[in-house]
């Protein structure tokens, strides 16, 4: 490959046009509607910079931890911060790829939205409490679609709300689905390369765990490079090569992405040593919203809770109906009440 010309728009002809852009509703119908036939902003655009960037879900995620909840050193990312650099690292590789850097930032934006307090562990948590599999990703499209703006939603594209829906693989899954777009498929692996660097710098930079008790992770962190930054353009310049090589945004063949997702199976007991808070906490706030929030499903509203307001609950000696008017999804629930939210389903069929 010329190094003079790079990876510039080498997927350009997968690109997502703007064209085939819609939404639910219409113009009229939508708060952001006098944009739609502005020049100068494109469907997915006003997505990120109109919609997602200013809502309350984003806001929320200022207090979810990304891994360490509450932190003294306040450099430890936040679930916030981590989707800002998602973002960073999805529209850089857009522009390097050729596809639509708008669209991939629209789902950058949106992709946590739907995040629990505590992170994977309030998942877990939902899960085992409702018996039924919560997903971020999939709460996430929820919120955009039936609980920000008063329960109007955000009307969002359905390229974006795929491309949320789908930005979440397992790790024993790791292949892009055909249901996501190359820009859907490129956010799912901008989130894992910008979590993964960002986890290890605050996890062996920021708290007591030494990397050098951990020689198998450190031999791979090394691989990559001297410091974050290295090691984050490795990634990034191994996920052009072999996407320009397949056609297809890919990142699963190379010595690079071998070497990654072995490190990405090593940070899951890592992960877990950051697990907070204890058990009958959460169980203490879930049982307080049962009972006095009657019409609304309690997972939704606790999904909805920052982790303050998780720790502030567990901590009150006898809670009182009153609590719940406290709360920042407090403002929210009285347009939900009238909706039947199924929180498994995504709703994407139209």
Not at 38 to 47: A, E, H, L, T
Not at 56 to 78: C, G, Q, T
Not at 84 to 91: K, R
Not at 289 to 296: S, Y
Request: hydrophobic share 40%; glycine share 6%; aromatic share 10%.
């Amino acid at each position: 490959m010329d190094k003079n010309t790079g990876y510039l728009s080498s997927l350009w002809l997968l690109r997502t046009p703007d064209g085939v852009a819609r939404r639910r509703h219409n113009s009229v119908d939508d708060d952001d509607g006098w944009l739609f036939d502005q020049p100068g902003f494109s469907p997915y655009k006003i997505d990120a910079i109109a919609k997602i960037l200013p809502s309350k879900a984003l806001r929320r995620l200022k207090d979810k931890a990304a891994v360490i909840s509450f932190p003294a050193n306040y450099h430890i990312r936040d679930r916030h911060f981590h989707t800002l650099e998602v973002t960073e690292t999805a529209v850089i590789l857009a522009h390097l790829l050729g596809l639509n850097a708008d669209l991939c930032e629209a789902i950058a934006y949106g992709h946590d939205l739907g995040h629990p307090p505590f992170g994977h562990v309030g998942e877990r948590f939902l899960g085992k409490t409702t018996g039924q599999d919560f997903r971020h990703e999939v709460f996430s499209v929820i919120i955009a679609q039936q609980i920000e703006r008063q329960g109007r939603g955000l009307n969002l594209t359905h390229q974006v709300l795929s491309g949320i829906l789908y930005h979440s693989r397992r790790f024993d899954d790791p292949i892009p689905d055909n249901a996501a777009s190359p820009e859907g498929n490129l956010v799912m692996y901008a989130d894992k390369i910008g979590y993964i660097w960002l986890d290890v710098e605050d996890v062996f930079s920021r708290t007591g765990l030494k990397l050098d008790d951990y020689p198998e992770i450190k031999k791979i962190v090394n691989w990559f490079g001297k410091n974050q930054r290295e090691r984050h353009k490795v990634c990034l310049e191994a996920l052009c090569r072999e996407s320009v090589e397949k056609t297809a945004v890919v990142f699963n063949d190379s010595e690079e992405a071998q070497n990654f997702f072995r490190l990405k199976k090593l940070m899951g007991p890592i992960y877990r040593q950051f697990d907070f808070p204890q058990p009958w906490m959460l169980e203490k706030v879930y049982e307080f919203l049962a009972k006095t929030e009657r019409d609304v499903h309690p997972a939704i509203v606790f999904a909805l809770l920052t982790e303050h307001e998780v720790v502030r609950l567990a901590r009150t000696p006898s809670l009182m109906p009153h609590e719940l008017e406290s709360l920042s999804a407090a403002e929210v629930l009285p347009y939900l009440r009238t909706q039947n939210i199924d929180f498994t389903k995504p709703d994407l069929d139209w």
